[in-house]
C-alpha cells in the first residue's frame, strides 16, 4: 500500500482550479476580481494557477518591476481560502526582451531567426535568457516566500520545441563530446562511413536540417536525447532559487501527453509531482469508449512518468476547446467523467484552462470555468460545482496510488528511433497507436494498468507487455530475462529487439538480446497495406493480422496459432516460450484490439490475477487506488448508454450507502465505492 501526502501540506483536500489571468483585467480589477472570488468559492475552488504569462506585466521594461498589483492577487486568494500555483512566467518573454536581446529568439531547424510572437520563442541555451530568467524567479521567490497563498510553483508552461541557433549548436558538439568521448567513438556508434559522412572534429556537426544532414539516425537520435536534456537542464535553472529560498514548496511543470519532443520520462524524475494537460476530444455518441481508453493511456503515462506517485490534471476543459477542428459542446455528464476519470488512474487535482475568458485575442473562446455571461446559471458552471462537490466527497481517497500487477512499455527513445527506421511502412509504423491499443486491451478486460519505460524496474509486476520494443535500450534485455526466470509473464511483438541504443542492428538474429527469452528466431517481416489482410485463428476463433507480419522460426517456443494466408502460410503467429519459472508470449502480427482482449484475459488469468470487476460491458472501464483509507474502486461508463455492472460488497464513497450486486450507470455515469 502507498499512501502519499497532499500535494499542498497545508491542504490535505483534492485540489481544485485553473489557469487564472487577473492581470488581464487590471482595469477593471474593482469589480472583475471581486466577482471572480465569490464565483469560485461557489464551485468549490480551492486553487488558482496565476502568472503563467505575466512577464510583461511584472516587468514591462528592463529592470522595471511592478509586482504590486500580484500582491494584490496573492493576499485576495489567501482572504478567500485558495491557494496559489505560482507560475514562473518563462513560457513568453516580453516584447522589449526580443528588441534589444535578439539571441533570446530561436533558431528554426532551416537555420532562420524567429521575429518576435508566440509562446516559447526562446533559446534555452542564451545566457541572456537564463540571467533575465534567473533574476525573475528570484525576485518571485523572495517577495512571495512567506506568503499564506502560496501553495506551489508552476514552472513556465508547456515546454517544447528546439533551437538550431550558434549557442545550440556550441552546446550539442559539447554534449557530443561528453557523450562520446572521441570523434572516431561517434562516427562508429553513427554507421559514418555510409554516405562518406565521417567526420573529422565535433566542431564539422550541425544539429539535424532540411537545408543539411537528416537522413542520418545516430545524429537525429542524438539531437532528441540532447534536446531533451536541454529541457531537463532548464527546468534545474529554473527551480534553483524556489529550492533554495522556498525549499518546502513543490514544483512542477506541466507536460503534453505523448509529445513527441521530450523523454518525459527524464523530465519527470525532476518534478515533485507531475502534471498535465489533458483535452479529450469528445464525440457526444458511442465513439466516446475509444476516446475514454485514450485518455486513460495518458493518464497511466503522466502517473509512469513521475514514479508512480499521485500527478496533477493541470489543465482540462470545463466546455468546448477553441483549436480542435470540431469544437463540440461537452454533452452533460462528460465534464464529471472527464474529472473523475483522472482522480480514478491517480490524478489529486481537477484543474482547468481556464477559469475566466478572456475579451480578446487566441483564447477569447476557449471553455472556461466563467464564461462571458459571468452566470451562475449556464450549464458549464453548474457543472463544475458538481465536480467540485464530487471531490469533497472524496476525500478518503487522496493521496491513495494504484497498486497494479500489469505494466506496458511505451519508451521516448525506442519511439525516436522506430519512427525514424526506413522499412515496413514507411506512412507510419504507428508505435504510439500500437502501445495504447495493448493497453486498452488489458483495461477493456478489467485490469489497471501501469505504463512505463525501459529504464523501468519491472520487478513489481506479475505481467509486463513491450509492444514493438525496436530498440532496446542498456540493461532492458537482461532486466526482461531475469523478469521472466523469476516467473514473471512477458510480452513481445513484432519489430522487437532490432537495434541497440545507438540504432546500429543486432548482429546474429532478432529479436537480439531477447532472442532466448522469446524461443524464437524473427528471420523477415512482411508489410501489408490498408486493403491486405491476413488471420490465424487461436483457441477456436479467427482473428486478423494486419500491418506487420513478422515471419519467425520457433527455437523452443510453442506454436499457439498460425498464419493461414499468403506465402508463409503455417508460420506462427502467436507463440510462448517457458523460460525459467516464467513464461514469455511473441505475437508475430499486429492485430485487432478482439484479439488482445481475448489474449490478456487469458494471459491474466494464468499469471493469477483477478480482474477488478469481471465480465465488464462495453464502454465501461474500471480502475482502483489503495491507500490508508481502504481500496478505492472507480467504475466508469465512457458511453451515451446506460450500463450494468455487479459490484462487491462495498460502500459508496459519496453516499455512504451500501451497494452490491447488479448497479446501473446512466449515460457517462462515475461510481466511487470504498471495497468491504
Same mark, same amino acid.
Given at each position: 500500500m502507498a499512501q502519499y501526502p497532499p500535494i499542498m501540506k497545508d491542504k490535505p483536500v483534492f485540489l481544485h482550479g485553473g489557469d487564472y489571468n487577473p492581470d488581464q483585467w487590471l482595469n477593471e480589477k474593482s469589480t472583475v476580481w471581486p466577482r471572480d472570488m465569490e464565483l469560485a468559492k461557489k464551485a468549490g475552488i480551492n486553487t488558482l494557477s496565476v502568472g503563467i504569462f505575466s512577464w510583461a506585466t511584472l516587468e514591462p521594461e528592463e529592470g522595471r518591476y511592478t509586482f504590486e498589483w500580484l500582491d494584490e492577487v496573492m493576499d485576495m486568494l489567501a482572504q478567500?481560502?485558495?491557494?496559489?500555483?505560482?507560475?514562473?512566467?518563462s513560457g513568453a518573454r516580453p516584447a522589449w526582451?526580443? %528588441?534589444?536581446?535578439?539571441?533570446? &529568439?530561436?533558431?528554426? %531547424?532551416?537555420?532562420?531567426?524567429? &521575429?518576435?510572437?508566440?509562446?516559447?520563442n526562446h533559446c534555452l541555451t542564451s545566457p541572456v535568457y537564463r540571467e533575465k530568467v534567473r533574476k525573475m524567479n528570484t525576485l518571485l521567490a523572495e517577495r512571495y516566500k512567506d506568503h499564506p497563498a502560496l501553495g506551489m510553483w508552476h514552472?513556465?508552461?508547456?515546454y517544447g520545441g528546439e533551437c538550431h541557433c550558434p549557442l545550440c549548436q556550441q552546446r550539442f558538439r559539447q554534449w557530443l563530446k561528453e557523450r562520446y568521448g572521441t570523434i572516431d567513438k561517434l562516427n562508429d556508434d553513427w554507421w559514418n562511413t555510409f554516405w562518406s559522412h565521417r567526420y573529422s572534429s565535433f566542431d564539422q556537426i550541425e544539429s539535424p536540417s532540411s537545408i543539411g544532414e537528416s537522413g542520418s539516425h545516430g545524429l537525429n537520435l542524438a539531437w532528441k536525447r540532447f534536446t531533451t536534456q536541454q529541457f531537463c537542464d532548464f527546468y534545474s535553472w529554473e527551480i534553483e532559487p524556489l529550492r533554495r529560498i522556498t525549499p518546502d514548496v513543490p514544483c512542477t511543470t506541466n507536460l503534453m501527453h505523448t509529445y513527441p519532443g521530450i523523454n518525459y520520462f527524464e523530465l519527470g524524475r525532476l518534478l515533485d509531482r507531475c502534471s498535465w494537460d489533458n483535452y479529450p476530444q469528445w464525440t457526444n455518441d458511442m465513439r466516446d469508449a475509444k476516446v475514454a481508453a485514450h485518455s486513460a493511456f495518458c493518464h497511466d503515462l503522466m502517473r509512469g512518468v513521475c514514479g508512480g506517485k499521485p500527478y496533477m490534471l493541470m489543465e482540462s476543459s470545463p466546455s468546448c476547446v477553441n483549436w480542435q477542428a470540431v469544437n463540440r459542446l461537452r454533452?452533460?455528464?462528460?465534464?464529471?467523467l472527464q474529472s473523475l476519470q483522472?482522480?480514478?488512474?491517480?490524478?489529486?487535482?481537477v484543474q482547468y484552462f481556464q477559469f475566466r475568458k478572456g475579451r480578446g485575442s487566441f483564447e477569447k473562446f476557449h471553455g472556461a470555468v466563467v464564461s462571458h455571461d459571468e452566470s451562475e446559471q449556464n450549464r458549464v458552471y453548474r457543472e463544475v460545482c458538481a465536480v467540485g462537490e464530487a471531490l469533497a466527497g472524496l476525500t478518503p481517497a487522496l493521496g491513495a496510488a494504484p497498486e497494479n500487477r500489469i505494466a506496458v512499455v511505451y519508451d521516448w527513445e525506442n519511439r525516436w528511433a522506430l519512427e525514424d527506421a526506413r522499412f515496413g511502412l514507411n506512412t507510419g509504423k504507428g508505435y504510439e497507436e500500437t502501445v495504447r491499443t495493448h493497453h486498452t486491451a488489458f483495461l477493456r478486460a478489467g485490469y489497471g494498468v501501469d505504463v512505463i519505460d525501459e529504464t523501468c524496474d519491472l520487478a513489481p509486476y506479475r505481467v509486463v507487455c513491450g509492444p514493438m520494443t525496436y530498440m532496446l535500450r542498456p540493461g532492458f534485455a537482461q532486466r526482461v530475462r531475469a523478469f521472466v526466470e523469476a516467473g514473471g509473464t512477458y510480452i513481445s511483438t513484432y519489430c522487437s529487439g532490432w537495434v541497440n541504443e545507438e540504432d546500429l542492428c543486432f548482429m546474429g538474429g532478432f529479436p537480439g538480446p531477447l532472442r532466448e527469452v522469446c524461443g524464437l528466431w524473427d528471420e523477415e517481416t512482411d508489410a501489408l497495406d490498408e486493403t491486405q489482410r491476413n488471420r490465424f485463428t487461436w483457441n477456436g476463433r479467427s482473428y486478423e493480422a494486419k500491418d506487420f507480419c513478422a515471419v519467425v522460426h520457433p527455437e523452443g517456443a510453442q506454436v499457439l496459432a498460425a498464419y493461414e494466408e499468403r506465402f508463409y502460410q503455417g508460420?506462427?503467429?502467436?507463440?510462448?516460450?517457458?523460460?525459467g519459472k516464467g513464461r514469455c508470449y511473441y505475437i508475430a502480427a499486429r492485430t485487432g484490439e478482439d484479439f488482445l482482449c481475448d489474449l490478456y484475459a487469458h494471459v491474466a488469468k494464468e499469471a493469477g490475477l483477478s480482474p477488478l470487476l469481471p465480465a465488464l460491458p462495453s464502454g465501461v472501464l474500471c480502475t482502483e487506488r489503495v491507500g490508508a483509507n481502504g481500496r478505492f474502486l472507480f467504475v466508469m461508463n465512457t458511453v451515451p448508454e446506460a450500463r450494468t455492472v455487479t459490484l462487491p460488497a462495498c460502500t459508496d464513497v459519496q453516499t455512504g450507502l451500501m451497494r452490491k450486486g447488479d448497479c446501473t450507470l446512466g449515460?457517462?455515469?462515475v461510481m466511487a465505492v470504498r471495497l468491504a
Amino acid at each position: 500500500m502507498a499512501q502519499y501526502p497532499p500535494i499542498m501540506k497545508d491542504k490535505p483536500v483534492f485540489l481544485h482550479g485553473g489557469d487564472y489571468n487577473p492581470d488581464q483585467w487590471l482595469n477593471e480589477k474593482s469589480t472583475v476580481w471581486p466577482r471572480d472570488m465569490e464565483l469560485a468559492k461557489k464551485a468549490g475552488i480551492n486553487t488558482l494557477s496565476v502568472g503563467i504569462f505575466s512577464w510583461a506585466t511584472l516587468e514591462p521594461e528592463e529592470g522595471r518591476y511592478t509586482f504590486e498589483w500580484l500582491d494584490e492577487v496573492m493576499d485576495m486568494l489567501a482572504q478567500n481560502g485558495i491557494k496559489a500555483v505560482l507560475a514562473t512566467p518563462s513560457g513568453a518573454r516580453p516584447a522589449w526582451m526580443a %528588441e534589444k536581446y535578439p539571441e533570446v &529568439l530561436r533558431v528554426t %531547424e532551416d537555420r532562420r531567426r524567429n &521575429l518576435f510572437g508566440e509562446r516559447h520563442n526562446h533559446c534555452l541555451t542564451s545566457p541572456v535568457y537564463r540571467e533575465k530568467v534567473r533574476k525573475m524567479n528570484t525576485l518571485l521567490a523572495e517577495r512571495y516566500k512567506d506568503h499564506p497563498a502560496l501553495g506551489m510553483w508552476h514552472i513556465s508552461n508547456e515546454y517544447g520545441g528546439e533551437c538550431h541557433c550558434p549557442l545550440c549548436q556550441q552546446r550539442f558538439r559539447q554534449w557530443l563530446k561528453e557523450r562520446y568521448g572521441t570523434i572516431d567513438k561517434l562516427n562508429d556508434d553513427w554507421w559514418n562511413t555510409f554516405w562518406s559522412h565521417r567526420y573529422s572534429s565535433f566542431d564539422q556537426i550541425e544539429s539535424p536540417s532540411s537545408i543539411g544532414e537528416s537522413g542520418s539516425h545516430g545524429l537525429n537520435l542524438a539531437w532528441k536525447r540532447f534536446t531533451t536534456q536541454q529541457f531537463c537542464d532548464f527546468y534545474s535553472w529554473e527551480i534553483e532559487p524556489l529550492r533554495r529560498i522556498t525549499p518546502d514548496v513543490p514544483c512542477t511543470t506541466n507536460l503534453m501527453h505523448t509529445y513527441p519532443g521530450i523523454n518525459y520520462f527524464e523530465l519527470g524524475r525532476l518534478l515533485d509531482r507531475c502534471s498535465w494537460d489533458n483535452y479529450p476530444q469528445w464525440t457526444n455518441d458511442m465513439r466516446d469508449a475509444k476516446v475514454a481508453a485514450h485518455s486513460a493511456f495518458c493518464h497511466d503515462l503522466m502517473r509512469g512518468v513521475c514514479g508512480g506517485k499521485p500527478y496533477m490534471l493541470m489543465e482540462s476543459s470545463p466546455s468546448c476547446v477553441n483549436w480542435q477542428a470540431v469544437n463540440r459542446l461537452r454533452q452533460p455528464g462528460i465534464l464529471m467523467l472527464q474529472s473523475l476519470q483522472a482522480v480514478a488512474h491517480g490524478s489529486d487535482t481537477v484543474q482547468y484552462f481556464q477559469f475566466r475568458k478572456g475579451r480578446g485575442s487566441f483564447e477569447k473562446f476557449h471553455g472556461a470555468v466563467v464564461s462571458h455571461d459571468e452566470s451562475e446559471q449556464n450549464r458549464v458552471y453548474r457543472e463544475v460545482c458538481a465536480v467540485g462537490e464530487a471531490l469533497a466527497g472524496l476525500t478518503p481517497a487522496l493521496g491513495a496510488a494504484p497498486e497494479n500487477r500489469i505494466a506496458v512499455v511505451y519508451d521516448w527513445e525506442n519511439r525516436w528511433a522506430l519512427e525514424d527506421a526506413r522499412f515496413g511502412l514507411n506512412t507510419g509504423k504507428g508505435y504510439e497507436e500500437t502501445v495504447r491499443t495493448h493497453h486498452t486491451a488489458f483495461l477493456r478486460a478489467g485490469y489497471g494498468v501501469d505504463v512505463i519505460d525501459e529504464t523501468c524496474d519491472l520487478a513489481p509486476y506479475r505481467v509486463v507487455c513491450g509492444p514493438m520494443t525496436y530498440m532496446l535500450r542498456p540493461g532492458f534485455a537482461q532486466r526482461v530475462r531475469a523478469f521472466v526466470e523469476a516467473g514473471g509473464t512477458y510480452i513481445s511483438t513484432y519489430c522487437s529487439g532490432w537495434v541497440n541504443e545507438e540504432d546500429l542492428c543486432f548482429m546474429g538474429g532478432f529479436p537480439g538480446p531477447l532472442r532466448e527469452v522469446c524461443g524464437l528466431w524473427d528471420e523477415e517481416t512482411d508489410a501489408l497495406d490498408e486493403t491486405q489482410r491476413n488471420r490465424f485463428t487461436w483457441n477456436g476463433r479467427s482473428y486478423e493480422a494486419k500491418d506487420f507480419c513478422a515471419v519467425v522460426h520457433p527455437e523452443g517456443a510453442q506454436v499457439l496459432a498460425a498464419y493461414e494466408e499468403r506465402f508463409y502460410q503455417g508460420a506462427p503467429a502467436l507463440t510462448v516460450n517457458a523460460f525459467g519459472k516464467g513464461r514469455c508470449y511473441y505475437i508475430a502480427a499486429r492485430t485487432g484490439e478482439d484479439f488482445l482482449c481475448d489474449l490478456y484475459a487469458h494471459v491474466a488469468k494464468e499469471a493469477g490475477l483477478s480482474p477488478l470487476l469481471p465480465a465488464l460491458p462495453s464502454g465501461v472501464l474500471c480502475t482502483e487506488r489503495v491507500g490508508a483509507n481502504g481500496r478505492f474502486l472507480f467504475v466508469m461508463n465512457t458511453v451515451p448508454e446506460a450500463r450494468t455492472v455487479t459490484l462487491p460488497a462495498c460502500t459508496d464513497v459519496q453516499t455512504g450507502l451500501m451497494r452490491k450486486g447488479d448497479c446501473t450507470l446512466g449515460a457517462y455515469g462515475v461510481m466511487a465505492v470504498r471495497l468491504a
